[in-house]
Structure formats: structure tokens, C-alpha cells
């Protein structure tokens, strides 16, 4: 295969997406060496001292690890001197933050997990980022108000998450399809590997929590249950598989297909996942490569956000069978 990097193939895609402006392939540039600089102290977590709980609690209400915690100042130090963003939102940062007025300034919103699959870290099973880029809406000026990024899904201009694993990839859509990068450690560069992805219209795996299964309602437990009943793609039984990595539940499910699922419950009502910086920027993927993201209801990129740290229930993956959950759904009232 031809090698082709990330920055070539923004200029090759160019005249093709509005978006890949110099301002916008200078923000990924610096995600990227975010993701790099992060992927690097996963790679060696076990002999630095970047293991285990900080001992704080985050805004979710969740411990907060080392690595989530290095991983999102790597980020905010980074991002505010790339000179494309006017404001970021991170999963472990409780309000809105604004790019100061001593950096440069841009147009763009980036909403980020610096570190997603917390619970994974110390045992060395795959980790990611994932992130959301917005445009500022038409016409703002002065300090960034909180309205301008509570925007609809619908609405981001880019997405995607660095996935921390056996290697280290990049997925990201600036919605001319979903296309997949691998780093070449020796080079340091993200090479494409994967282009055009796309999920299959269905598969034969779902994964979800089932320990959650006795908070859950009636509708989430028909749901699950119908593909522990149905015949998937293969002819056979659905199979299960479960990281408790969004981002590597997702990653599978966008290469073979099938549903992820992380349904309301008794304790989490809204559902656990954040909307906007894990729901959303995966729904963007999903769709820009053929698939569906549902709350159940409806569509995740129709929904609109009340807060930063909003949460939803989530159905990703093949078309087909978050159709199946839809229609499950629609036989109960919300
Ligand atoms: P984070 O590590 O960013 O807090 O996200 C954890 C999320 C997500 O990665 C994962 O799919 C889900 O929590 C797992 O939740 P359960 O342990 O409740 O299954
Ligand atoms: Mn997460
Ligand atoms: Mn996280």
C-alpha cells in the first residue's frame, strides 16, 4: 500500500471538504501530537509511575486515574496554544474552557475524553481518546458563551479518538467518510491503513453491560434479549464481547459490525455515557460509515445538549440492529 500520512490525506481531500482549511489541519496536527505524546506514556505506563487513582473525584463523580489525569493536561496545554480553537470542554474539567487571550485564537470548539476506559488502564487493555470538533456559530464574537457549544451532534465538523492498543490508530471523519490511521512508531507518523470504513448492515456480536441487567427496564432487557434470540449476519448466534472501553467496543464494532449498547438504568437514569464527548463524536463515525446511533428513541446527533457533561443512552453500530432496538423501544413510552 502506498503510504499516505494524515496530513497528506487532508490535502488530497482538500477541495473536497470545507472544513480542511490550514487552520483545521493545524488543530489536527496538534491532536495528533497530543495522541502521540499520550500513546507514548501508555506504552511505558507500567515502569513510570503513572498507574493507579490520583485520589481525586471528577465532576461525573468518578476516580479520577493518573493517566486520565496526564492525558488531559497533555491536551489542555497543547490545544490552547494551537491557535484554531476559541474554547474546549473536557470530560474531566467541570466547566467550559475558554482559550485565554494571551494564545491565538481560532474559530473551532473541541470537546474531548482525554482518556476513555479508565477502568482499563492498569490491567493493559486498550484505552483511547475521543474528540468532537464544532465550529463556533456564524457571527460570535467576544468570550465564547456556553450556548454556542451546547450545539447538536448534527452540527460537528469533525470526530474521531485515537485508539491506544496493540498499535496505535487514528479514526477520524471530517464527514467525507470514516477513514483509519495506524502509527508507524519508527517514522512517528500515522499512516493510512484503513480506508473508507464501513460497518457492515449487520452483525453478529452485541455487547453491553449485563451485570446491569436488573436495573434495567422492560424495553432494555427485550432489547438485549432479542439477540440472544435472533439469528445475526452469520446464521448463528448473536456473540457477546464487552472491553468496558467505549472506544474499543467501538473500534470492533465498527470493523465487524453489531451493537454496542449502554441503556438507562435504575441507578444512571440518563444512561452513563456522555453525549458530548463520547456519544456524539462515535455517532458522527457511525453514520459517516454507514451505521446508526440511537438513544433508543431517536437519533444521537438530534439531540440537544442542556449542559457540557449531559448524559444518553447509547446504541451504536450496524443499521440493522439498532433498528431492532428502535423498534423494541417504540413499543414503549418513554
Ligand atoms: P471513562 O473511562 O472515560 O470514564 O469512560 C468509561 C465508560 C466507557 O469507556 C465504557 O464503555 C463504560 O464507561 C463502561 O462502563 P461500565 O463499567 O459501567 O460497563
Ligand atoms: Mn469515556
Ligand atoms: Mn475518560
Not at 33 to 59: E, P, Q, Y
Request: glycine fraction near 10%; proline fraction near 5%; charged fraction near 20%.
Amino acid at each position: 500500500m502506498p503510504e499516505v500520512t494524515v496530513t497528506e490525506h487532508l490535502l488530497l481531500h482538500q477541495k473536497l471538504s470545507p472544513h480542511a482549511t490550514g487552520m483545521f489541519t493545524g488543530l489536527l496536527y496538534d491532536l495528533i501530537l497530543s495522541g502521540k505524546s499520550i500513546a507514548m506514556r501508555i506504552n511505558k505506563a507500567g515502569l513510570l509511575d503513572v498507574l493507579g487513582g490520583t485520589g481525586m473525584v471528577n465532576v461525573q463523580g468518578e476516580n479520577v486515574q493518573k493517566l486520565d489525569d496526564i492525558a488531559n493536561h497533555i491536551l489542555l496545554y497543547r490545544m490552547e496554544r494551537c491557535g484554531a480553537l476559541c474554547a474546549m470542554s473536557s470530560e474531566e474539567e467541570p466547566d467550559l474552557i475558554r482559550v485565554r487571550p494571551e494564545f491565538p485564537q481560532g474559530d473551532y470548539i473541541l470537546i474531548f475524553d482525554p482518556l476513555d476506559g479508565s477502568s482499563n488502564i492498569d490491567v493493559n487493555v486498550n484505552v483511547g481518546t475521543i474528540f468532537s470538533i464544532f465550529h463556533r456559530p456564524e457571527g460570535g464574537s467576544g468570550e465564547v458563551r456556553l450556548e454556542e457549544v451546547l450545539q447538536q451532534g448534527c452540527r460537528q465538523v469533525a470526530a474521531g479518538y485515537m485508539l491506544y492498543g496493540p498499535s496505535t490508530m487514528l479514526v477520524l471523519s471530517t464527514g467525507q467518510g470514516v477513514h483509519g490511521f495506524t502509527l508507524d512508531p519508527g517514522v512517528g507518523e500515522f499512516l493510512l491503513s484503513h480506508p473508507n470504513m464501513q460497518i457492515p448492515e449487520q452483525g453478529y456480536i452485541y455487547s453491553v453491560n449485563e451485570g446491569n441487567r436488573q436495573n434495567w427496564s422492560d424495553a432494555s432487557r427485550e432489547a438485549v434479549d432479542w439477540f440472544h434470540t435472533t439469528r445475526a449476519a452469520n446464521g448463528k448466534h448473536y456473540s457477546s464481547r464487552y472491553v468496558g472501553s467505549l472506544v474499543a467496543d467501538f473500534h470492533r464494532t465498527l470493523i465487524y459490525g453489531g451493537i454496542y449498547m449502554y441503556p438507562p438504568d435504575a441507578d444512571k437514569p440518563q444512561g452513563k455515557l456522555r453525549l458530548m464527548c463520547e456519544a456524539n463524536p462515535l455517532a458522527f463515525l457511525a453514520e459517516q460509515a454507514g451505521g446508526k446511533a440511537s438513544d433508543g428513541y431517536g437519533r444521537i446527533l438530534e439531540r440537544q445538549p442542556d449542559k457540557l457533561h449531559a448524559r444518553t443512552p447509547l446504541f451504536i453500530g450496524s443499521r440493522r440492529d439498532v433498528e431492532a432496538v428502535e423498534a423494541i423501544y417504540a413499543r414503549y413510552p418513554r
